[in-house]
């Protein structure tokens, strides 16, 4: 059955990855509802957070063709309960609505906060899931709403640890490379407890 | 994201490598993509100057007049590709090309997609406008990054020239390695022209990659406890068992247990058709016991093979009955079409070498002999009167028996895309390993004659005899040139029908025969050999084609054969596509 999951991507830093990454999901017909990408705690390391309208069986398949990538350390797919997640919104709303005592509290009520006021408009952030941030942009409408913007989705794995600690001891060791007939004591990548 | 072109190599050297010649002084980019390319044992490469590609071929010429390096100028980009897959299968090394930026560029894709599909180590480098100029629609730029990006293992743009030898150690690290594939290396003409402190370190070691994974000793226990369970184990062959050079390993494990062996159409000559535990061929042309055969084990062991559409047809009717071990270097590969009840991701030649140790000895002799009955049938339908056919026209595969018979089996078979591919498949008697290539994949008409070149340039000492369909012929027939200037001694059997003969024969089966654009009004193909001073002959009757046969083989250098065959003969047994594999038909 289809529905929502999120995907996370782990990769070196690379021009181009995020073509790499994007035309996998392009072949097989799926459609990227939201993509977010920054570094890492760890220097060099890229995490991209995907969300995408699919089976699990068919993206348990896409993963595995995303981390036959070079550049690729590991990609995940998660349920809805494996991750915390959050995206956020700004509101560009005329400055007129400010004269308007209800606005105020409608902003305090969602746990918003005004960034800027400039002469005829002022911003506010919101943070949430996207249904949150949806809700508000209707409550905000009526009082004169001038633009909307929203992020992709970040997301925090629940159980993610020992993959980040095992990111981690790479970018210690600085084991780019090693010396022939060296085993990496983490290059079996079934040896990766997570 | 930061703009890092390559990440600094800090391995230690191999001792399998020439150490390269040390240079004191700086020098080009240019000389530095030679000079890394000889430090990778690079003999050959296959290749066409063009504007942006001139400074490396400057540097070349000093390379190639000391004899360091050879250069074969091939008549099309498309053709260095398919030259540089024949090389790379006939000689185990990897295949590299040059070409330069835009329409050179481009003319690589074809080769390079179906290096991909068929695994084929290659790397080809491309020049590029310079660095200031990308993206301005310079003369001759294209975008060949993105172009080749879903069709490479991997590709880099470099664009200073102490990026280059990191960069083409790490394509040559990443081209052979693990699933070989084939990597594109773009460098910018001001990367060529400027110079660095040459220092070439072979890469070893690249930290999100990793080629090839450690055995898992449980999914081994795994596999050979369902093995030894079974009455009807079967193997089915792949690409893969060449690869990892992996023959032997495989021959013993199939003995010790008396498992018959089924190929894919790329893992043939894996084992001697004359191996008593081989059954033959499976897919949409493949042995009509095999493919039966597969839908009555009751395991199924698919070793570096990854279930293409041609070998299972209906997945849904695909050997449901039986528990499905799959070895597999590729992890994307297991699960992808077919699930695996005991998957085994690791190399072949190492998973097979632990089977062995763990599998039971067991009497398999009435299950082999249903391939045997099986058998009888597709030669009492099909082949006898194929390959010894007394009357008529001349039949492709009586042409395919003699010239396994002439050559005892031990060319190299380079096929093109066809008819005449499964006939030659079906009919040559494989002898030794990586003596056949083809197209498998990809399905690329005109990959015979570039890539019999390539196989010859790899392999000087064996027989390499191409088999090439009239109308595949005339997609690259001007690689005629390459071969005549360079003294490839290749031989050429083209098996005109005068049609585009797999197409027509689809058009008979399943489009009530309406012919559309598959008649072929063909040129004299041997005044075109002619042309190209490449000697050759024009066989129609049955009673020469022998003596045309020794004549091509007994002719030193290149030659040509035209076979006047069959008009509107057909592959069988066949599996219509999409069709379950059990409704395989024998005429």
């Not at chain 1, 400039?118 to 919101?126: H, L, R």
């Not at chain 2, 004359?274 to 839908?295: A, C, E, F, R, W």
């Not at chain 2, 690329?444 to 070149?453: D, K, R, V, W, Y």
């Not at chain 2, 058009?507 to 490449?534: C, H, W």
């Amino acid at each position: 059955m289809q529905k929502e999951y999120t995907i996370t991507v782990y990769t070196e830093d690379r021009i181009g990855i995020t073509n790499r990454i994007t035309i996998i999901f392009t072949r097989r017909r799926i459609n990227i509802t939201s993509l977010t990408t920054s570094e890492t705690e760890i220097p060099g390391v890229y995490k991209f957070v995907i969300t995408v309208l699919a089976t699990r069986e068919l993206l348990d398949k896409v993963v595995l063709q995303i981390e036959r990538l070079i550049e690729i350390h590991r990609a995940f797919v998660h349920e809805e309960d494996e991750v915390v997640y959050q995206e956020l919104a700004l509101y560009k709303v005329s400055t007129k609505a400010l004269s308007n005592g209800n606005i105020e509290r409608l902003i305090r009520d969602n746990h918003a906060r005004i960034l800027t006021i400039a002469e005829d408009y002022f911003v506010i952030e919101k943070t949430g899931h996207q249904q949150e941030l949806l809700d508000m942009l209707k409550k905000l409408e009526p009082y004169g709403l001038i633009e909307y913007t929203k992020s992709g989705r970040v997301a925090i794995v629940k159980w993610s640890r020992r993959f980040h600690e095992h990111l981690k001891n790479l970018g210690e060791k600085q084991m780019d490379n090693l010396p022939p007939g060296v085993t990496h004591p983490e290059a079996n990548r079934s040896g990766i407890s997570l | 994201m930061q703009q890092k072109d390559v990440l600094p190599m800090k391995t230690e050297k191999s001792d399998k490598r020439p150490a390269p010649a040390p240079v004191s002084e700086p020098i080009t980019g240019a000389e530095a993509v030679i000079r890394s390319l000889i430090a990778e044992g690079v003999e050959t490469i296959f290749g066409y100057p063009g504007g942006a590609i001139m400074p490396i071929y400057d540097a070349l010429y000093d390379f190639q007049v000391s004899g360091q390096v050879n250069h074969i100028l091939v008549r099309h980009e498309q053709g260095a590709t398919h030259a540089a897959q024949g090389y790379a299968r006939s000689s185990g090394k990897t295949g590299v090309v040059f070409a330069t930026s835009g329409p050179g560029a481009t003319n690589l894709v074809t080769g390079l997609a179906d290096a991909y599909m068929d695994s084929t180590p290659m790397v080809a480098i491309t020049g590029q406008v310079a660095a200031a100029l990308l993206g301005t629609d310079a003369f001759q730029e294209t975008d060949v990054i993105g172009i080749t990006m879903p069709i490479t293992k991997w590709n880099i743009q470099v664009t200073r020239p102490e990026d280059i030898p990191g960069a083409i150690a790490k394509a040559f690290y990443i081209a052979k390695s693990g699933r070989p594939g084939p990597v594109l290396v773009d460098i910018t003409k001001n990367a060529q022209f400027g110079k660095l402190d040459f220092q070439y370190e072979a890469c070893e070691y690249i930290r999100s990659y990793r080629p090839k994974p450690v055995l898992n000793m449980e999914q081994v226990e795994a596999a050979a406890a369902l093995i030894n369970a079974s009455k009807r184990p079967y193997i089915l062959c792949g690409h893969g068992v060449l690869i990892a050079d992996a023959q032997k390993e495989l021959i013993a494990f199939a003995e010790k247990a008396g498992i018959p062996i089924a190929s894919t159409l790329l893992g043939l000559s894996a084992v001697s058709v004359d191996h008593p535990l081989y059954v033959g061929y499976v897919g949409m042309h493949g042995n009509y016991s095999p493919n039966i055969n597969t839908n009555e084990c009751d395991v199924l062991i698919a070793v570096g093979m990854r279930f293409d559409d041609r070998i299972t047809g209906d997945v849904n009717t695909y050997a449901r009955q039986a528990k499905v071990v799959h070895i597999e270097i590729d992890e994307a590969e297991i699960h992808k079409i077919i699930k695996a009840d005991a998957p085994v991701h690791a190399d072949a030649k190492e998973a097979l070498q632990a089977l062995t140790g763990k599998i039971d000895a067991k009497d398999t002799k009435a299950w082999i002999q249903s391939f045997k009955e099986l058998d009888k049938q597709e030669d009492e339908k099909v082949r006898h009167k194929e390959l010894y056919p007394t009357e008529g026209e001349l039949k492709m595969a009586e042409v395919i028996r003699l010239i396994s018979e002439k050559t005892g089996g031990e060319a190299i078979l380079v096929t093109d895309v066809g008819q005449h591919q499964m006939i030659a498949s079906r009919y040559y008697g494989f002898k030794s390993p990586n003596t056949n290539i083809t197209s498998g994949g990809m399905g690329t008409m005109g990959f015979a004659l570039p890539a019999a070149m390539g196989a010859k340039v790899g392999k000087e000492e064996r027989e390499v005899v191409a088999i090439i369909g009239d109308g595949c012929f005339q997609m690259t027939l001007q690689e005629l040139g390459t071969i005549y200037q360079s003294k490839i001694g290749v031989k050429i059997v083209i098996l005109n029908n005068n049609f585009l003969g797999m197409v027509r024969q689809w058009q008979q089966l399943f489009f009530d025969r309406r012919y559309s654009s598959t008649e072929m009004t063909n040129p004299d193909f041997v005044q075109i050999a002619k042309g190209f001073f490449i000697p050759g002959k024009k066989v129609t009757d049955r009673s020469e084609i022998s003596d045309a046969i020794d004549e091509m083989l007994n002719t030193p250098g290149a030659y040509l054969l035209e076979v006047v065959v069959e008009k509107e003969d057909n592959v069988f047994p066949m599996v219509p596509a999409g069709a379950p594999i059990a409704s395989i038909r024998l005429d």
